[in-house]
């Protein structure tokens, strides 16, 4: 979109006789809207950028409107542009968590193979940073899953899957091994964000190590989660606090033996290894309970069988 000029596209705004057919109409206005959303984002003149901004924004939601109202079904076309075009607005407010929530939904109804490779390998780089510096995102299990992530093997961004996963796992060695090799711009979102990503690897060893708790062993104590988290003892409390307050965790706080008794943990999408760790605790939980079965049918009396 660099090399397209607002003043170029202005012929272009009154777009009434491109099409008659609404969803066509739709399709245009969309496409649109994102072109003008991606030349807002290279324009300084506060003015311009936001006149642009507010065209767009009219496109984006006549789209919408067309698309809601028309008695046609909607195909998966008009539906994947309209979603990348609220993707790319989402750039412009700097808004990650949107952005990412919007390019999984045009993920779900684009073919990747009509996506050129380049084109392919920026999505990922972006879903995978606006995943990490998202404030709320703490479930990167569906986006590791989707093919679009295999684009960055072999790239000089493959780091970005590794990185990904040792968040998705709360493994804080894989995560300072990713970052200390890592050479990135002073300005790259990433660093900016350091922080955040510090408190997200925590609080992500914190759910990792619930999730390896049976769930009727639940009472987690402090130094359990300072040597899992690599905080200091007397910042634990507020790490799980913080878990609360972003719904990843529900439980009690004992201030007096220093100990958290969790008694849920947000769902999330499990890799292999997860899914093999559970499938143990399973089977450790099926044994105790045979030989709970087993215990009981021995103590039981004739007297109380009768």
């Known amino acids: 979109a660099s090399w397209i000029s607002y003043s170029a596209l202005i012929p272009l705004l009154d777009i009434s006789t491109i099409a008659t057919d609404g969803l066509a109409v739709s399709l245009v206005r969309s496409h649109l809207a994102r072109v003008l959303f991606e030349i807002s984002l290279e324009t300084t003149d506060k003015t311009q950028r936001s006149e642009i901004i507010k065209n767009a ?14 008695s046609d079904e909607v195909d998966n076309v008009c539906t994947a542009a309209y979603y990348r075009a609220c993707a790319t607005l989402a750039r412009v407010k700097d808004d990650p968590q949107e952005f990412f929530s919007m ?15 380049n084109e392919k390998i920026q999505m990922a780089m972006e879903l995978g940073i606006s995943a990490l510096i998202g404030e709320t995102i703490y479930n990167f299990g569906e986006l590791l899953q989707h093919p679009l992530l295999g684009c960055l093997k072999g790239t000089a961004t493959e780091w970005l899957g590794a990185l990904m996963t040792a968040f998705s796992q709360g493994n ?17 979102a990433l660093l900016i964000n350091k922080q955040l990503l510090d408190q997200k690897i925590a609080i ?14 639940r009472i987690i104590s402090f130094d359990m989660i300072s040597k899992a988290s690599r905080l200091p003892a007397e910042e634990v409390e507020l790490l799980v606090m913080k ?61 109380l069988i009768e």
């Open 103 to 117: 390019m999984l939904k045009f993920l779900a109804y684009t073919q990747l193979e009509k996506l050129h490779d």
């Open 57 to 70: 924004k009219e496109h984006l939601s006549f789209a919408n409107n067309l698309m809601e109202t028309s």
């Open 243 to 303: 878990a609360q307050s972003l719904g990843l965790i529900r439980g009690v706080i004992d201030q007096v033996s220093r100990t958290v008794s969790v008694t849920w943990v947000q769902p999330r999408i499990l890799n292999l290894d997860q899914i093999s760790s559970m499938n143990q605790r399973l089977k450790i939980w099926i044994n105790n309970v045979k030989n709970s079965l087993l215990l009981m049918e021995n103590q039981t009396t004739p007297e």
């Open 204 to 217: 992500l060893s914190l759910i990792e190590l619930v999730f390896s708790k049976p769930a009727d062993d």
């Open 172 to 188: 804080i060695d894989q995560y300072v091994e990713v970052v200390s090799h890592l050479n990135l711009p002073p300005n790259h």
